[in-house]
């Protein structure tokens, strides 16, 4: 029988209020036409290990190596800020809104990448470079005035992130898209203040 591989990836999600922002966004970059393929308002995210197929049977060790590291975490925040896109804006193929890389998420995804690497996950090439997809392009066309709108966020701040778990989520690819599932939730440490502290 052949075994199941689930497409999964670490995460953080993101506050409503930051998701609204980009929702808005995503509604004004839609209505350019452009031949570009925008996320869903319901599947931002910031990805901090893409892990493609893995055996069912994996998943658990998986769930627990990463209960492990953000047990041993404290919550820290992250700021949305600036848009971008993956090589540049000028013929770009991944258009994105930029996170900063703070220590505490330089950190985070440093020890999540190379604990994946310990369980037979190759390392990414790339340097990592914190960031929230909003569309993938599909052709080079209409392209100037999702760069004109594009051009208005730059340095501009579309809120703080407080982050209190990390998610592990199961892909499911469709024709109509991507379906993101969370197969676990994983807290970041709770400072237990005792009393008098
Ligand atoms: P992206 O947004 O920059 O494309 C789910 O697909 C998430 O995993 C996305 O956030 C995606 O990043 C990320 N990811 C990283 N490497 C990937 C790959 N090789 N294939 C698909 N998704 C990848």
Do not use: C
């Not at 020890?111 to 470079?129: D, K, N, S």
């Not at 599909?138 to 392209?143: E, F, I, P, S």
């Amino acid at each position: 029988m052949r075994r199941m591989a689930i497409r999964s990836f670490v995460a953080l999600e993101l506050s409503d209020e930051v998701r609204e922002r980009l929702t808005e966004l995503l509604k004004r970059l839609r209505q350019t036409n452009a031949a570009v393929k925008w996320v869903e308002p319901e599947n931002l995210h910031l990805t901090l290990k893409f892990l493609g197929g893995v055996p069912e049977e994996q998943i658990e060790a998986i769930v627990e190596a990463l209960r492990t590291i953000a047990q041993a975490t404290e919550p820290f925040p992250f700021t949305v800020k600036g848009v971008g896109g993956f090589p540049d804006l000028r013929r770009p193929r991944v258009l994105w809104v930029g996170v900063e890389p703070t220590p505490p998420l330089m950190r985070l995804q440093q020890i999540v990448e190379q604990a994946m690497e310990r369980l037979g996950f190759p390392p990414e090439e790339r340097t990592y470079h914190p960031h929230i997809t909003l569309g993938r392009v599909k052709a080079m066309v209409g392209l100037e005035k999702v760069r004109a709108i594009l051009n208005e966020y730059i340095g501009v701040t579309f809120g703080s992130v407080p982050v209190k778990h990390m998610t592990l989520f199961r892909s499911d690819l469709s024709r109509e898209g991507p379906t993101y599932t969370p197969i676990a939730l994983l807290p970041l440490s709770q400072h237990q203040f005792s009393v008098g502290e």
